[in-house]
């Protein structure tokens, strides 16, 4: 039998996932290839066991990746000759890709007439944003003696613990679960739990751009010191998972000097630039996480 395609670049293991008939989970670091396998097990359904792709849903994080599922996808469907696929293709502008708050929107809209609701409702993010802030405020504001923000506001100031904690939850960890939380027990049970979640998105983060530098640098021929430097510490943060300390604080200390004009060096002093933020974004949530659940000042 002569296999498809769309997975020739997969590995025996990400073909097994990619052609499942029963319920999978892949994990992976950051760059192992899971939008790959997602982007191949989407075109199984479709070109194999003929699913229409208006009753596949395909859902993602961040925009960006979306666009990326999205135009692969398409591209995918395009080197097929198959009627079959000619046929998918033409109905590509109803398949379902797409964020996972595009989905509640569209989720909503469908059904917030019956809450009395316009179906042209939009989400206004910075409006949002101020409202977390506000009832942040008006929540820590009379609570200032509660064991667990006692000793938050021991270690931090009352807008930090407003606006980087409370807002920033509110934000990003709407829930009905939420309601359940002991958010401020005594034991910090929660805040741990916010530092680690915190932690991982950052660790994700660094991963990504440890892989675009790594990507980019393969393209310049005679890679300056620096570069290698990034490189090197790129590779370290891919091979071991979860990056050491110095592993870190190469990235942290990372400064690639201007020696071009070019696509790929510009590439790489671009992901170095957020590889350096990333790496301090870590580094400071540790130290915060450290002064928190400890009750020490910083």
Not at 163 to 192: D, K
């Amino acid at each position: 039998m002569i296999q498809p395609a769309y997975l020739d670049s997969l590995d025996p293991d990400q073909r097994t996932a990619a052609v499942a008939d029963r319920s999978c989970v892949v994990t992976a670091g950051a760059g192992a290839g899971k939008t790959s396998v997602l982007v191949a097990r989407y075109l199984y359904l479709a070109l194999e066991k003929k699913i229409p792709l208006s009753s596949i849903l395909a859902i993602t994080f961040t925009r960006k990746a979306a666009a990326e599922m999205f135009e692969r996808i398409y591209r995918a469907l395009s080197a097929e000759r198959s009627e079959w696929a000619e046929h998918q293709r033409s109905l590509f502008p109803k398949a379902r890709i797409a964020t996972i708050d595009s989905l509640c929107a569209d989720i909503c809209r469908q059904g917030c007439h019956t809450l009395g609701y316009s179906s042209d409702f939009t989400v206004d993010e910075p409006r949002s944003a101020l409202l977390a802030e506000t009832i942040a405020y008006r929540y820590l504001g009379p609570r200032t003696a509660m064991p667990g923000l006692s000793e938050l506001l021991a270690s931090f100031t009352f807008d930090q613990v407003a606006t980087e904690l409370l807002a920033h939850i509110g934000r990003n960890f709407v829930s009905p679960l939420a309601l359940q939380m002991p958010l401020f027990s005594p034991e910090s049970a929660s805040l741990e739990r916010y530092c680690e979640n915190l932690r991982q998105s950052r660790l994700q983060k660094l991963g990504a751009l440890s892989a675009s530098i790594m990507r980019a640098g393969k393209a310049i021929s005679n890679p300056r010191a620096d570069c290698r430097a990034a490189m090197f510490a790129a590779e370290r943060f891919l091979k071991e998972s979860v990056p050491t300390g110095p592993c870190i604080d190469a990235f942290a200390a990372l400064a690639l000097r201007a020696y071009g004009k070019g696509e790929e060096e510009q590439e790489i002093k671009e992901a170095a630039k957020d590889s350096r933020e990333a790496a301090k974004d870590l580094i400071s949530l540790a130290a915060y996480e450290a002064n928190a659940l400890s009750g020490t000042k910083p």
